[in-house]
């Protein structure tokens, strides 16, 4: 797919918590095409400390109003002056980037699509488009308390949504992979985003319940394009650049241990 390096216009910064906002930007000439999964490299200007442009994900592209949303957990210098924007501002930024989900192949597919803290943020957008090829998605979204699950009324407008706090303050107690639902339903496909040891739970479960699964990594990148190597992940099929040949991967290329 074609990139593009464009300044973004800031239509609106929404503080969703402390430490969490939803950046919606816009271009006069429109955006480009993107897909579920596929990313953004952000360029945080007036800071010599993130001279590297900042991977962030596609959370949305809302069409009729022809916006793309980026969700940003604030918390090193370079997403807090994200956080600090203003609207009116503009953003630089060089997208799309790397390959994202795989569509489910019918929409009586049943797709699981577990998020944990920011990693939610891929799945808002890959909901949408299940859900407009027909499709139902079913959430399961994980946060260490319920102030800290994210977007819940955008999610609940798209599909399904069960929900897991560690303190139990929303829906059950405990991790993801402790929701009753996975013990008894039975889903075709699962797709994941968020902290490691919550998608190899995650990649756990499906392997041994025999469910494809994919896995959206978050390795440290600089380039975004596939030239500096720093986001290398070492795979069954050899080394790969997490941001060329992912960020989305299928458990069944992974080395992890399941
Ligand atoms: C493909 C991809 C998609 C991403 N999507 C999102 C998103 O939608 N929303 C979002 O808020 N964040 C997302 N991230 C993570 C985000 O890129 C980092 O949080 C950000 O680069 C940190 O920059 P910083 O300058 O604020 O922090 P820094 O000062 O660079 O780092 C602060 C702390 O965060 C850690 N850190 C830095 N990068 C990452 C990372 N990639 N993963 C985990 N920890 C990191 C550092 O080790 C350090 O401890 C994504 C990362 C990748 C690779
Ligand atoms: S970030 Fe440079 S090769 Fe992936």
């Known amino acids: 797919m074609k990139k593009y390096c464009i300044d973004l216009k800031v239509n609106s910064v929404e503080r969703l918590s402390e430490k969490h906002v939803l950046l919606r930007l816009s271009s006069p000439d429109g955006l480009p095409e993107m897909l579920p999964g596929q990313f953004v490299e952000v360029r945080v200007d007036d800071s010599p400390s993130?001279?590297?442009?900042?991977?962030?994900?596609?959370?949305?592209?809302?069409?009729?109003?022809?916006?793309?949303?980026?969700?940003?957990?604030?918390?090193?210098?370079?997403?807090?002056?994200?956080?600090?924007?203003?609207?009116?501002?503009?953003?630089?930024?060089l997208l799309p980037l790397g390959n994202g989900f795989t569509m489910p192949s019918s929409p009586s597919d049943?797709?699981?699509?577990?998020?944990?803290?920011?990693?939610?943020?891929?799945?808002?957008?890959?909901g949408r488009k299940i859900r407009e090829m027909g499709g139902e998605p079913t959430f399961l979204l994980g946060a260490r308390t319920g102030s800290e699950l994210l977007e819940l009324e955008m999610f609940r407008a798209v599909g399904r949504v069960l929900v897991t706090t560690e303190d139990g303050s929303l829906g059950e107690q405990g991790f993801v992979t402790n929701h009753s639902a996975l013990q008894s339903e039975h889903f075709d496909f699962i797709s994941t985003c968020g902290p490691k040891p919550m998608m190899v739970s995650v990649a756990r479960y499906a392997k041994s319940h025999g469910i494809e699964c994919e896995v959206s990594l978050e390795n440290l990148m600089a380039c975004g394009l596939g030239a500096c190597l720093c986001c290398v992940e070492n795979t069954v099929e050899g080394n790969v650049c997490v941001c060329k040949e992912g960020p989305v991967l299928n458990i069944r290329k992974l080395k992890w241990q399941l």
């Open 110 to 126: 049943k797709v699981l699509l577990v998020g944990g803290g920011v990693g939610v943020a891929p799945l808002l957008y890959f």
């Open 50 to 93: 993130t001279f590297l442009r900042r991977p962030i994900s596609i959370n949305n592209v809302d069409e009729e109003a022809g916006e793309l949303w980026l969700l940003v957990a604030t918390i090193g210098d370079g997403t807090r002056r994200l956080g600090r924007l203003c609207a009116g501002d503009t953003l630089n930024c």
